[in-house]
T-cell receptor, first 114, second 115 residues
Framework: KAGVTQTPRYLIKTRGQQVTLSCSPI?????VSWYQQTPGQGLQFLFE???????NKGNFPGRFSGRQFSNSRSEMNVSTLELGDSALYLC?????????????FGPGTRLTVL | AQKITQTQPGMFVQEKEAVTLDCTYD???????LFWYKQPSSGEMIFLIY??????QNATEGRYSLNFQKARKSANLVISASQLGDSAMYFC????????????FGTGTSLTVIP
């Protein structure tokens, strides 16, 4: 069974640009969550999607947005990039059943903002 | 207040020895889940073990076991017979019923296994 894939793996952008990251979950999984990982703030929750609906959102500015498609693939977008957006962005895939779900993470996209 | 606290920034263990990584949590939700993940230098988070708040027995998965002490709000990870490949960052995480599948992560513990 294929794991979670994230594209691109590495990205370099400049301040003010926008970026779109993609996550393809494990086949059969209907939920995707996104996390930002930085040395200073650690791992922080961005948002959660289930069947194309955003179920939960973390405490990030509106420049961070996401969506999920009918095939469960998800994208997140960051507009007007800032230096502080440099981070490893991790996507987690899970079934989305009631209760607590084991989440499978992708390899991440490492974003560098210059 | 921090939801998850990991007080050991770095730990060293001799190969083949056991090691305990500490994790304490803070929640008023009676139903919650506790998870441990391993993150090698490659960056990918690897699921290790899960413990539900209502589980009576401590969870075990191969060489990993979770020492769950509910009254003390601690969920320590025990790795038995350490291997060189266990060298990585280890994160404790919690989900609460009222926030669904959102994970609260600790700051992590860097484990180094010494040959």
């Amino acid at each position: 069974k294929a794991g979670v894939t994230q594209t691109p793996r590495y990205l370099i952008k400049t301040r003010g640009q926008q970026v779109t990251l993609s996550c393809s979950p494990i086949s059969g999984h209907r939920s995707v969550s996104w996390y930002q990982q930085t040395p200073g703030q650690g791992l922080q929750f961005l948002f959660e999607y289930f069947s194309e609906t955003q179920r939960n959102k973390g405490n990030f500015p509106g420049r961070f947005s996401g969506r999920q498609f009918s095939n469960s693939r998800s994208e997140m977008n960051v507009s007007t990039l800032e230096l502080g957006d440099s981070a490893l962005y991790l996507c987690a895939s899970y079934l989305g059943l009631a209760g607590f779900n084991e989440q499978f993470f992708g390899p991440g996209t490492r974003l560098t903002v210059l | 207040a921090q939801k998850i606290t990991q007080t050991q920034p770095g730990m060293f263990v001799q190969e083949k020895e056991a090691v305990t990584l500490d994790c304490t949590y803070d929640t008023s939700d009676p139903s919650y889940g506790l998870f441990w993940y391993k993150q090698p230098s490659s960056g990918e988070m690897i699921f290790l073990i899960y413990q539900g708040s209502y589980d009576q027995q401590n969870a075990t998965e191969g060489r990993y076991s979770l020492n769950f002490q509910k009254a003390r709000k601690s969920a320590n990870l025990v790795i038995s017979a350490s291997q060189l490949g266990d060298s990585a960052m280890y994160f404790c995480a919690m989900s609460e019923t009222n926030t669904g599948n959102q994970f609260y992560f600790g700051t992590g513990t860097s484990l180094t296994v010494i040959p």
